[in-house]
């Protein structure tokens, strides 16, 4: 049995809750026949062991642990999870750290990773652009092409106010961003190319979708890599035939629970390469808007949190933080 410490709301928990996503929540039945099944939502978060049954080896109580297999449903106090279906942290691993920091590492961090090293095979110095940089997925991949020697080309959407424009711009360059443009100066390749100074771009990373896949392809360098991991947008990757003909692009698409269906020891491999990297302070918090969840909070508060998720106005991702339970 666990007690949940953290667990954050990603957009494709919402999506999953809304039964557009590809994968759905697992489905709760009870013994009394009346009671309808039910599903939890939330596909992240950190828990700590409460006991175990004595045939257990592999952890104690007061261990921290992350649902290992997809469609979990983190969103919830307790729950009972069987030994092969978690990841647990290990004592060392958790030193130092926060829950809302192992509790936000399985998701966005592990899909940057796995985007800037499974595609194009990217060496010191080269160029990628992405979109969505302002995202948790973005943040990552700038924090982590620092890390590994990448130069970073970031699009974000205009913000309406000048100076929060100004402010978010900064935080990324503090990241480790190499370039920070907006969706409308992307389409300036000129521009571009005096900013990346005339250096070829080998991978592209898409969360939009819609009218920038174009614009990005645009200034991708001949036989580079595109990769398409989320469609915030909901409008389609329409590709143009040049770019296929002439440049020789490939493009991909990039689910990352397919990938740790069919990649289990690699997945436990790149987190504990994360966990180690937010330890020694290399990989930044970020940002998030802790939502107490405890037995006095009101249940309409928590729907009003996840309904916020996909309207493009929190400050930060929004994330449960289990109190007084």
Request: with cysteine; net charge positive; hydrophobic share 40%.
């Amino acid at each position: 049995m666990v007690q949940f410490l953290a667990s954050p709301i990603n957009p494709a928990d919402v999506n999953q809750v809304q039964g557009t996503y590809p994968s759905h929540a697992r489905l709760i039945t009870s013994s009394t026949p009346s009671t309808t099944p039910f599903a939890v939502g939330g596909n992240e978060g950190v828990a700590k062991v409460i006991f175990t049954s004595p045939d257990i080896t592999n952890v104690k109580a007061g261990d921290w642990i992350l649902p290992f297999k997809p469609s979990f449903g983190t969103w919830r106090s307790h729950a009972i999870i069987p030994k092969d279906e978690m990841i647990v942290i290990k004592d060392e691993q958790k030193k130092g750290l926060t829950p809302i920091q192992v509790g936000t590492a399985s998701i966005n961090p592990i899909t940057a990773w796995r985007l800037l090293k499974d595609y194009g095979k990217l060496e010191k110095g080269d160029w990628l652009v992405q979109n969505g940089a302002n995202s948790g997925v973005g943040r990552a991949a700038i924090q982590l092409a620092k890390e590994f020697g990448f130069k970073s080309l970031n699009i974000i959407r205009r913000r309406d106010q000048n100076e929060e424009h100004i402010l978010m711009v900064e935080e990324l360059k503090e990241l480790g961003a190499d370039v920070v443009v907006t969706d409308d100066e992307i389409k300036d390749k000129e521009r571009i190319r005096e900013l990346t100074n005339n250096n070829d771009i080998k991978l592209g990373l898409n969360c939009v979708g819609g009218r920038i896949v174009n614009d990005m392809a645009k200034l991708m360098a001949e036989d580079s890599h595109f990769v398409t991991y989320g469609g915030m947008s909901k409008k389609p990757v329409n590709l143009p035939t040049a770019m296929l003909i002439f440049k020789n692009i490939t493009f991909y698409g990039f689910w990352l629970t397919k990938w740790s269906k069919a990649n289990p020891k690699e997945k436990q491999k790149t987190l504990d390469s994360i966990l180690d990297m937010i330890q020694k302070g290399k990989l930044k918090d970020v940002p998030v808007e802790e939502i107490e969840w405890s037995t006095n909070t009101v249940g309409s508060l928590l729907v009003d949190k996840v309904n916020k998720t996909l309207d493009g106005h929190r400050q930060g991702k929004g994330i449960f933080i289990f109190k007084d339970i």
